[in-house]
């Protein structure tokens, strides 16, 4: 029997999202060391699958402090990423494509996101966007060992600063970089990945140098 395209697409989302949920869970693992990254599906560890980029934009995506992707999905074919849903503002909207077309094992991007900007203005909708705030004020209170897990998730996944040679640790929220960036861009793209990542309160790049 042969899926048809919007089976598969529904079966590479449910993928993703069955993965993530199992990344979220191993962050809350105490077994696992708080500088490594989440699970075996690391770029530098392991090939590329539909399933696995699906993941990791999902997760670059609801992990972004910039980002409200609430109402965004994700699906990957071949490494032809698709995004649709609602974003909150048209610099949501890019930002989501520019996030997921960074990704290690998307080729390509379809983002089909529609933009709803209205401010709630019936009470239904005003505790619809209030419980939203709660929800993600709520993301932003996590522990030192999810924040580690999950700034080294996001790095190992960018091709813009392309090396899981970069150690994360986090204390009282402030997250440490360390190790060696492939170009002085990486560099400042992994600062600024990490001090992305909803609950870091800042982040210590001293120790996170350019290869020479």
């Known amino acids: 029997m042969t899926l048809s395209n919007a089976a ?23 077994a696992a060391p708080a500088d490594v990254p989440v699970d075996g599906a690391r770029r530098c560890d392991s090939a590329a699958s539909d399933q696995r980029t699906a993941a990791a934009v999902l997760a670059r995506l609801q992990w972004n402090v910039l980002l409200d992707a609430t109402d ?3 699906a990957a074919t071949g490494g032809r990423v698709e995004l649709w849903g609602l974003a909150r503002s048209e610099a949501q909207k890019t ?20 933009v709803n900007d209205w401010s ?22 996590q ?17 813009t600063i392309a090396s899981c040679a970069i150690a ?31 609950g870091v309160r800042s982040v210590d790049a001293v120790q996170l140098v350019v290869a020479e």
Do not use: C, K
């Not at 598969?8 to 191993?26: D, E, F, K, N």
């Not at 960074?102 to 991007?109: F, H, I, P, Q």
């Not at 060696?180 to 990542?197: D, P, W």
């Open 8 to 30: 598969r697409r529904r079966a590479v989302r449910l993928g993703a999202t069955a993965t993530l949920a199992l990344a979220l869970a191993s962050m809350q693992l105490a």
């Open 168 to 198: 994360v640790s986090a204390s009282n929220s402030i997250v440490e970089l360390r190790g060696t960036a492939v170009s002085a861009s990486a560099r400042l793209a992994a600062i600024a990945a990490a001090e992305n990542t909803i």
């Open 95 to 114: 930002l989501a494509g520019s996030l997921a077309l960074d990704t290690y094992g998307a080729a390509s991007l379809s983002n089909q996101i529609d």
């Open 143 to 159: 522990s030192d060992r999810w924040l580690s897990a999950a700034v080294s998730y996001t790095l190992s996944f960018s091709q």
């Open 120 to 141: 709630p203005h019936t009470e239904t909708a005003q505790l619809t966007a209030a419980t939203r705030q709660q929800e993600r004020l709520a993301r932003a209170s």
């Open 72 to 74: 965004i999905n994700v």
